[in-house]
Each structure stands twice: as C-alpha cells, then as structure tokens.
C-alpha cells in the first residue's frame, strides 16, 4: 500500500513534520511519501496547495493524509476543501487545553520557532559554535568549559552527536577521537592527557567493526583505515579503554543521533540548558 502525506504549516512546518512522521513511523507496512509545505501563509498558495491535493488524491487513488498546524482561519478553511485525511493539530488540541486552563489561546504562527527568548536562542547559536569549534580535538584547551566530552574511534558518530545536543538541548559538546598517537607502549590506548583532567566529562561512542568498516569505505576505499582488521582492532581498543577508566559508552551502530543523544543524557544526568523545539 503507497499513501501519500502532507505536512503543512503557515509557518516552518517543523512541528507538523515532527510529529507526523512520530505518528507515520508506527506504520511499517505502509509505504508512505511524505511532503513538507512550510509558509502556507495566503489564501493564494492554500489555493495552490489545495488543486496539488486534489491531484495527488486522483493520482493514487486514495485520500492524502493531511497534517497540519495552520492557524489562520481562513487557509484552514481552504486546505480543509481539499480530499484527504486530515489531522489538524492546533484544532485537536488547543480546543482542550482553552477549556482546561480556562482562557484562549493566542493563535500565533511560529510561536515555537521563534527567537521569542534570546537568550534561549543565543544559548543555542552559542553551543552550535563550541561543537564546531571544538570538533574532532581541535582546541583542547576549552574543555574545562565543556558540558561534556565525546570520546571515539574515527566515524563513530563523534560530530553529529555533538551538533545535535547543541541544536536541541544547548548542551557544550567537544569531541575527541582515539588515534593511534594515544596508544602505549604495550598497544593499547591509553587515557590522552588532554583528557585526563576531565574524566567525569567523558562518554564512549563504539559502533560495530563491520559497519565503521561500510562507513569508512565511502571515505577511503580500499585502504589499510577502512580494513575490517583495522576497524576491529581500534574499536576494540577503545572499548577497553572505556573499561579500564570507567567511561560510560554506548554503541552507536543501530542507535540514531536522537537515540544516542537522549540515552546519553538519562545516563549521565547531564543538565539542558532548554528543551528541544
């Protein structure tokens, strides 16, 4: 089965792709194309929307699934003409919570992604900047100011990760990656002493040595860094170091960055400066 899904906003459309695509991924067996229409925010692109509905609706011969945070009446109105499934958050659920906190709601668009606190935005900017700046060791002298280090073989999900818990949660996330320049004398890593003083701000990424190996290979084919044995040995390095000084790690392999990201902060107790918008 192949449906069709529209997400669409008078504004970003953040919220209305985040939560259907939440609500979509519970359905495996279908197979579903999704589109995102942000900035729906007159009645002539409602209108222009609404006859690529109709069309898409003739095309598959099933009713679009329609997913919406418009606020304004009168797109609603038009976008509601249209033939399909629809689910319109802010109607949903705004109706509600008027009754139960006993007042109107405002009926903002974009209220959510709005720079409506600066200090929560410039938080954000602030922490996006240190986790560039501070990415793959680059100025190991920062971290005393860091929330948290991420420690890792190469590709491991080092970067992404820490990007993310900037972007979402304003968290200060370095990186640091295990080389063979860290290794000892008998072979194995040892604790980098740009690390050391830290400790209690490091958390592991490992990742299955056939899969480093895949990634790497997009990288580097056919060379000694992507090598299966290569791969092995590093990864297996790694974790013993993380055994060895205690560092709480998690295997990136099957894991996405939000996953990783969120099961990082329940274990470590690490402190958001916001939630996620």
């Not at 006859?51 to 919406?68: H, K, M, Q, Y």
């Given at each position: 089965m192949t449906r069709t899904?529209?997400?669409?906003?008078?504004?970003?459309?953040?919220?209305?792709?985040?939560?259907?695509?939440?609500?979509?991924?519970?359905?495996?067996?279908?197979?579903?194309?999704?589109?995102?229409?942000?900035?729906?925010?007159?009645?002539?692109?409602?209108?222009?929307?609404?006859?690529?509905?109709?069309?898409?609706?003739?095309?598959?011969?099933?009713?679009?699934?329609?997913?919406?945070?418009?606020?304004?009446?009168?797109?609603?109105?038009?976008?509601?003409?249209?033939?399909?499934?629809?689910?319109?958050?802010?109607?949903?659920?705004?109706?509600?919570?008027?009754?139960?906190?006993?007042?109107?709601?405002?009926?903002?668009?974009?209220?959510?992604?709005?720079?409506?606190?600066?200090?929560?935005?410039?938080?954000?900017?602030d922490s996006v900047h240190f986790a560039l700046d501070n990415d793959d060791g680059a100025r190991v002298h920062q971290y005393d100011t860091a929330d948290t280090i991420l420690v890792g073989v190469s590709r491991c999900g080092k970067t992404p990760t820490s990007l993310y818990l900037a972007l979402q949660f304003g968290i200060r996330a370095a990186n640091y990656p295990l080389t063979d320049d860290d290794l000892d004398e008998d072979g194995s890593l040892k604790m980098p002493k740009s690390l050391a003083p830290h400790r209690h701000k490091l958390f592991g990424l490992t990742i299955d040595p056939r899969r480093l190996s895949e990634i790497r290979s997009e990288r580097r084919p056919n060379s000694r860094y992507c090598s299966i044995d290569q791969c092995l040995q590093e990864v297996q390095q790694a974790e013993a170091l993380y055994r060895r000084y205690h560092v709480p790690f998690i295997d990136t392999t099957r894991f996405s960055i939000e996953e990783i990201s969120t099961r990082m902060i329940a274990e470590t107790g690490l402190q958001r400066r916001f939630s996620p918008r």
């Open positions: 899904a529209f997400f669409i906003s008078d504004g970003t459309g953040i919220t209305a792709e985040a939560l259907g695509r939440s609500l979509l991924a519970q359905f495996e067996n279908v197979e579903i194309t999704k589109i995102t229409k942000p900035y729906i925010d007159s009645t002539e692109k409602a209108q222009n929307l609404a006859a690529v509905i109709d069309a898409t609706a003739a095309r598959d011969g099933e009713l679009p699934i329609i997913i919406d945070t418009i606020v304004d009446e009168s797109i609603r109105e038009i976008i509601s003409q249209a033939p399909g499934f629809k689910v319109d958050i802010f109607t949903t659920f705004l109706v509600p919570l008027e009754e139960e906190l006993r007042t109107h709601s405002s009926y903002s668009v974009g209220r959510t992604h709005a720079i409506a606190q600066d200090e929560v935005y410039m938080n954000r900017i």
